[in-house]
């Protein structure tokens, strides 16, 4: 049972992966690229990671994807055409990336990874914060750091100046 | 816990914060005034450094030790010579300088953070934060559409690169179940034969730094980014960001993965070689100074890779010598470059012709830079090209070396080609530049540091040592 | 639970499509989207181990990446905002990640 949803969500989240990759329309790679990030989240769940699961939700779909929708139009004219999205490297492209799939599956696949394969206990939450309050404390506080800088970036660089200002 | 440990970086923080605010608050902004006050905090954390002991917070999360603290003098040292030199640009080109400094400051506490990880989350945070600084400081002049391009590129291939050096990191998490660095080393010294996974890691992590390090073939987005960033930042992207790659890198490779280095040393050894010939030869055809002194950085990084794969302890030794040397001599050109373009309007070297008639001393101490970049004796590049080349060949790397002094004749046409324009070419026109007294300063810093490397290189030959002892080869 | 297996391959194709987008789009957009389908596949090999491992690192370095990757998708829009200011289209025929 286990196994069957992990597969069909698998399959959704390569297969919207894949449409994300190759629309016309920008405006549909976005939404597929919603359904993989739900996808990857319900695997979060079947990892027994919840916590994470709705983060991912919270975050990729309830910020970044609405950012990217935001962008998206502010600067197209929605539907009233398809561009050409492809530049002029496709088949090389393509090579390279076919080899590096390859290459990481067999990589993948020929290890013997050191696992033990168990559960993790309960009490998930707890654990994470409390590893984010003690061992991992100072990258924590980095990473408020991190988002204060993007905070003052994004509103020096996205905001309109006062016309007539040559600076 | 010693929490002193932390002061620098909250120190540079905390004024990074006061700058901000005060910049919100004030009415009417003075680039000058904002640009020393930056200046003072830079100063003050590099002189809380020296009274920083050793030790660890953590865990391993965050480790003060020779290595790191000569790292953060590196940073600090090439932000305070950036803003000395940048004043006088951002007073002229730019709005919102109280947030561009604040910025940078805020870039540098993430190097400092990332010279101290001793644990993969914490190295890939402080990387984080300094490169997303670098992005906005690229982008940071927006009525600049080459400016804000620039931005993009460097975000874009910076953002993938990230990707590739976590997935990298990912699988050496998998391998060792461990995200200390110390921890992750000793597995793998303990794993009785290198896996495939671990080779496969270990070309994610040659890629990932190579892009943060700009070395070919990974090195695309340098050019254009140079070129198209605010030349103040290009000046500290040029250093700062490498090096800041560099002590990622060589933490990483030389104490987690020196039990597997017969994998790794070839790999370094082909993008060592890649980026001397693809840096020197294709700057020789560069118009733009700042794309030259781009392509030009491209090779300098190969000859610090000559040295990290040789593997020893001489390596991490000349690599500091070398990024001090570097440092003084590449941001020194950049502030010449400022001062020229400020004066002129332009980042040509054919309008660098005759500047000897119209600015002596600028054309002077341009001419000491460039030797210092090829490595001509009595500069610190000299000093800096003989301890890492003798790395190489202490361990037998010859075909390195070699190809690396070849490179390196081959740059001495396009490093003298600048010498030439500036001293026999007549000036187009007879007007003189001014120089303001913070460029004054800057440049006068920086000559005196190539000089006295070249000429008394001892003392920082002894803290380039003192650095290379926490690693255990 | 299903094998670890599984979940690396898929985390591997995931990569795989995200770095095709990268080098084959030319839309600064969605090669964003694509980095974030890398980061994606990243986050879930991170998880993979995490769990199989018994062990709590991994899903605190998830929880940071995601993090991260907000901030920095925040900073790329406004730039895209701010080029779109400059000339009408985000089609720049520089976003081309390999030609330069």
């Known amino acids: 049972m286990n196994l069957l949803v992990f597969y069909i969500l698998a399959i959704l989240a390569a297969g919207s992966a894949i449409m994300v990759v190759t629309m016309k329309n920008i405006f549909h790679s976005a939404l597929f690229l919603v359904l993989t990030f739900f996808s990857v989240a319900g695997i979060y769940v079947l990892l027994n990671a919840e916590f994470l699961a709705a983060v991912q939700v919270l975050i990729y779909v309830g910020a970044i994807t609405i950012l990217m929708i935001f962008a998206i139009m502010l600067t197209h004219q929605l539907f009233s055409r398809s561009l050409r999205q492809v530049n002029e490297q496709v088949i090389p492209a393509s090579l390279i990336t076919f080899i590096f799939f390859v290459l990481s599956v067999v990589a993948l696949a020929k290890t013997a990874w050191p696992v033990s394969g168990g559960q993790l206990p309960e009490d998930r939450i707890f654990e994470i914060g409390k590893l984010l309050m003690s061992e991992y404390v100072i990258p924590f506080e980095v990473v408020s750091v991190v988002l204060l800088v993007a905070l003052v970036g994004a509103i020096i660089i996205g905001r309109r100046e006062k016309s007539g200002d040559t600076k | 816990m010693d929490y002193s440990l932390l002061i620098p970086e909250v120190v540079l923080f905390v004024w990074a914060l006061v700058l901000l605010l005060y910049n919100a608050s004030a009415k009417t902004e003075n680039p000058r005034a904002i640009g020393l006050f930056a200046l003072i905090g830079l100063v ?22 020779t290595y790191a603290r000569g790292f953060k003098m590196i940073f600090l040292l090439a932000a305070i010579v950036t803003v000395i030199g ?38 890939y945070v402080a990387l984080e934060l300094s490169t997303i600084s670098l992005y906005i400081l690229a982008a940071f002049l927006k009525k600049d559409l080459k400016s804000t391009e620039a931005g993009l590129k460097y975000l874009i291939l910076g953002a993938a690169s990230s990707g590739i050096l976590l997935y990298g990191l990912s699988l050496l998490y998998g391998l060792t179940g461990s995200t200390v660095l110390d921890e992750i080393g000793y597995r793998l010294f303990l794993n009785e034969g290198t896996t495939i996974a671990a080779v496969f890691a270990i070309v994610m992590f040659v890629a990932g730094f190579g892009f943060k390090l700009a070395a070919a073939p990974f090195h695309m987005w340098a050019p254009d980014v140079y070129e198209g960033a605010p030349t103040p930042v290009t000046a500290f992207l040029s250093v700062a960001s490498k090096a800041a790659g560099l002590v990622a890198f060589v933490r990483l490779f030389f104490n987690s993965l020196l039990a597997i280095k017969p994998e790794w040393v070839v790999i370094v050894e082909i993008v060592a070689i890649l980026a001397m010939v693809v840096g020197n030869v294709v700057a020789l055809l560069q118009k733009n100074i700042k794309r030259m002194l781009a392509y030009s950085s491209i090779a300098q990084v190969g000859y610090v890779l000559v040295a990290l794969s040789a593997g020893i302890d001489l390596s991490v030794t000349s690599m500091m010598i070398f990024l001090l040397a570097y440092l003084f001599a590449n941001i020194g050109a950049f502030i010449v470059v400022i001062a020229f373009s400020n004066a002129t309007g332009s980042d040509n070297i054919e309008d660098y012709s005759g500047l000897w008639k119209r600015k002596p001393s600028l054309a002077i101490v341009m001419t000491i830079y460039m030797l210092s970049l090829v490595g001509i004796p009595l500069t610190g590049g000299f000093i800096a090209k003989y301890f890492l080349f003798g790395a190489a060949v202490k361990e037998g790397l010859y075909t390195l070396v070699v190809i690396a002094i070849l490179t390196s004749v081959i740059s001495l046409f396009y490093y003298m080609n600048v010498v030439r324009i500036m001293m026999f070419r007549p000036a187009p026109s007879a007007d003189k530049i001014a120089l303001p007294w913070m460029i004054k300063l800057g440049l006068a810093i920086s000559v005196i540091m190539v000089l006295l490397i070249g000429i008394w290189p001892g003392p920082f030959y002894a803290w380039g040592q003192l650095a290379s002892t926490i690693f255990h080869f | 639970m299903a094998p670890l297996a599984n979940y690396l391959v898929l985390a591997a194709i995931l ?66 905002v701010s080029i779109f200011r400059h000339k009408e289209n985000v089609n720049v025929d520089e976003i081309n990640v390999m030609k330069w």
């Open chain 2, 44 to 65: 003050a954390a590099f002189v809380i450094l020296w009274f920083v002991p050793d030790g660890s917070l953590f865990g391993k999360t965050f480790i003060s030790d």
């Open chain 2, 86 to 123: 940048s004043v006088d640009f951002a007073s002229k080109h730019m709005k919102h300088t109280g947030e561009f400094y604040s910025l940078i400051m805020l870039c540098v506490t993430g190097m400092m953070f990332l010279a101290s990880a001793g644990e993969l989350i914490s190295l």
């Open chain 3, 15 to 80: 990569f795989a499509l995200g770095v095709w987008g990268v080098l084959r789009n030319r839309n600064a957009l969605i090669i964003f989207m694509c980095i974030e389908l890398m980061l994606n596949a990243v986050n879930l090999t991170f998880m993979g181990f995490s769990a199989y491992l018994n062990d709590y690192s991994g899903q605190v370095f998830v929880f940071l990446i995601m993090a991260v990757a907000a901030a920095e998708v925040a900073v790329g829009l406004a730039i895209i």
